[in-house]
């Protein structure tokens, strides 16, 4: 998912279609799918897509993928504002899958998971898991997920009741190298829209503007996702302000 949403979604047709009669490798690009559709912030696609799933790994008796797909639900629950129902959800279904020791999605989950901790207030449970998330992606050498991961953990720290401000900071500086270093695009833009933010709270205007626009430029197409329109409405803004 670090190329153009359009690109993206259309890779998800494509490779639907070749393995549509595969069953084992149609829940991997279900999978795959769901996750681009997320990220682009199609959730009706992503619902549909889920229920496919799961209907189809109940259908061939396809048990720990049956569990995933309700922890994609669950996902889906916490980006519709269902906070309590999700994070219950997801821990349901994170027991059962590291009982049949099936731990491909366990960082995507820990990652939405901590969104509905900490959209429930529940900081101090959010910020232990990411730390344990990030150790954990660092001891299996996963590193791809180590920038969205510092980005959320700079999240979790501005919102606390007490806010971190400096220590946020220093995660997103992390977060913005390392995508940077990895080509990683769509957690870059993520990343330098809420350090952007952070800067204008601050009453910085023109160093937010000068961090979020080359950032935004590098995208040619894709101006419908949610990440992009984020950008958009900033950069609008910060254009009033300067």
Request: hydrophobic residues 45%; charged residues 25%.
């Amino acid at each position: 998912m670090q190329g153009y949403p359009a690109q993206a979604v259309e890779c998800v047709h494509k490779t639907l279609k070749e393995v549509v009669d595969h069953p084992v490798s149609l829940t991997g690009a279900l999978t795959w799918a769901i996750g681009v559709f997320f990220w682009v912030g199609d959730l009706p696609s992503a619902e549909l897509h889920i229920d496919w799933f799961i209907s189809h790994a109940e259908a061939h008796s396809l048990g720990p993928n049956a569990a995933v797909g309700r922890g994609l639900k669950a996902q889906l629950a916490i980006r519709r504002d269902d906070a309590k129902g999700g994070v219950e959800g997801l821990r349901g279904c994170l027991e059962k899958i590291h009982a049949a020791r099936h731990g491909l999605v366990t960082t995507e989950f820990n990652d939405s998971l901590v969104q509905g901790l900490a959209a429930t207030g529940r900081f101090i449970e959010a910020l232990m898991l990411i730390d344990e998330t990030i150790q954990l992606v660092e001891a299996n050498g996963d590193i791809v997920y180590t920038p969205e991961l510092l980005r959320l953990k700079g999240s979790l720290l501005l919102s606390k009741p007490q806010p971190r401000v400096a220590d946020a900071e220093l995660c997103f500086a992390q977060s913005l190298e390392l995508s940077r270093r990895q080509g990683a695009r769509a957690w870059e833009l993520r990343t330098a829209t809420d350090l952007a933010t952070l800067f204008a709270d601050q009453g910085q205007p023109e160093r937010s503007r000068a961090l979020l626009q080359p950032v935004f430029e590098q995208f040619v197409e894709g101006f419908d996702t949610a990440d992009l329109k984020a950008a958009k409405s900033l950069l609008s803004t910060l254009d009033r302000t300067c």
